[in-house]
T-cell receptor, first 111, second 112 residues
């Protein structure tokens, strides 16, 4: 069974305090791993797709990396506006396009 | 470019009532999905569609029905609402080029 586990469940940072969120996965074959940001009362917003181990993608203060077992979302010098829930999802090879989502990490950045 | 539009944004239903959650997309995407999101439980797939006229059950389909008569529209029907259906519902589509999913803004449903 495909599984996606995100840690920690919640993270509180001071503005400027860099950290990383983890997404570990167990799948038969990886088609892609996705990161989303979700603000309260809104739908998830697409951030990145990673396809293979060693791949990295960046967007402003966010950098996503991928290994064969996990992905990290590194947040460098976060600002209060980075506060949100970050969701990880994986899509396996074969079959239909049904992603498996993790439960998310709730990030709060204090000024 | 509206993306994925969901209506209504909020709704309160009484037990046993029925309603339809609307979802419309303007991106010409074949794949569409309905999820429910409960606090701390992540996104659960209710139904999905791979194109007009084709739908299939997800992880939690009981109590729901869908139809897909056009590429643009994917309504979710709740029959005989129950308190367990209190949740936030999201519609999503898939961009097959990069597997990017676009979500609507959600419908917050309360069954009392």
């Amino acid at each position: 069974e495909d599984q996606v586990t995100q840690s920690p469940e919640a993270l509180r940072l001071q503005e400027g305090e860099s950290s990383s969120l983890n997404c570990s996965y167990t799948v038969s074959g990886l088609r892609g791993l996705f990161w989303y940001r979700q603000d309260p009362g809104k739908g998830p917003e697409f951030l990145f797709t990673l396809y293979s181990a060693g791949e990295e993608k960046e967007k402003e203060r966010l950098k996503a990396t991928l290994t064969k077992k996990e992905s990290f979302l590194h947040i460098t010098a976060p600002k209060p506006e980075d506060s949100a829930t970050y969701l990880c999802a994986v899509l396996v090879t074969g079959g239909s396009y049904i992603p498996t989502f993790g439960r998310g990490t709730s990030l709060i950045v204090h000024p | 470019n509206a993306g994925v539009t969901q209506t209504p944004k909020f709704r309160i239903l009484k037990i046993g009532q029925s309603m339809t959650l609307q979802c419309t997309q303007d991106m010409n995407h074949n794949y569409m999905y309905w999820y429910r999101q409960d606090p701390g439980m992540g996104l659960k797939l209710i139904y999905y569609s791979v194109g007009a006229g084709i739908t299939d059950k997800g992880e939690v389909p009981n109590g729901y029905n869908v139809s897909r008569s056009t590429t643009e529209d994917f309504p979710l029907r709740l029959e005989l609402a129950a308190p367990s259906q209190t949740s936030v519902y999201f519609c999503a589509t898939l961009q097959e080029l990069n597997y990017g999913y676009t979500f609507g803004s959600g419908t917050r449903l309360t069954v009392v």
